[in-house]
């Protein structure tokens, strides 16, 4: 049976963490941002005809301070992100796909899972990897649509009080799904 455990939430509120101990209990871990990165190296020369450049730091910049040049490039990308998370999931497994923007790639779940955090955490935690406080708010403007489905877990506190929050959903998903 295939079962499709999809993360999703925006920046810097632990959707990584969430989908590794997700993979961590036996599923099969799917990144969308990776997919969208080798999908961004795939249609280089498509990218440059509509942004004149290809340089990712330079399209961070233009997408995330204008919103329609955002769709421009996920039109551009998603196709292709879809077609390989098809080819990545042609095996009866459990699957746990981190995909910040899940809706907006219209993913087809069994489970949606969406993390979220207080705004003052996401900061702290985009801060210390580096991004500058402009960047984090742009980011987060073009991520206002990505609102809370499913089941919604609030990360904003430690590490031990997330994992208690998983293994009981685990424990949950494992009696429900008969896995």
Known sequence: MKFFLCV?????????TVSKFFRDKGFTYINMDEIGHEVFERKRYEINKVFNTTDRN????????????LRILESILHPEMKKILSEKTNRNLKYVIEAAIKKRLNLDCDIN??????????????IKRGLELEKIEKI????????????????????DVLYKK??????FLKKSFNF
Do not use: H, M
Not at 58 to 69: A, T
Not at 113 to 126: A, G, P, Q
Not at 144 to 157: L, M, W
């Open 140 to 159: 987060l403007k073009a991520q206002e649509d990505i609102t809370p489905e499913g089941i919604v877990i609030d990360n904003s506190y430690t590490l």
């Open 8 to 16: 999703s939430g925006k920046i810097g509120t632990g959707k990584s």
């Open 58 to 69: 330079e399209i961070s910049y233009i997408v995330f301070n204008d919103l329609e040049k």
């Open 166 to 171: 998983l293994e009981f959903i685990y424990s």
């Open 113 to 126: 899972l969406t993390v979220i955090s207080e705004k003052n955490v996401i900061f702290d935690r985009l």
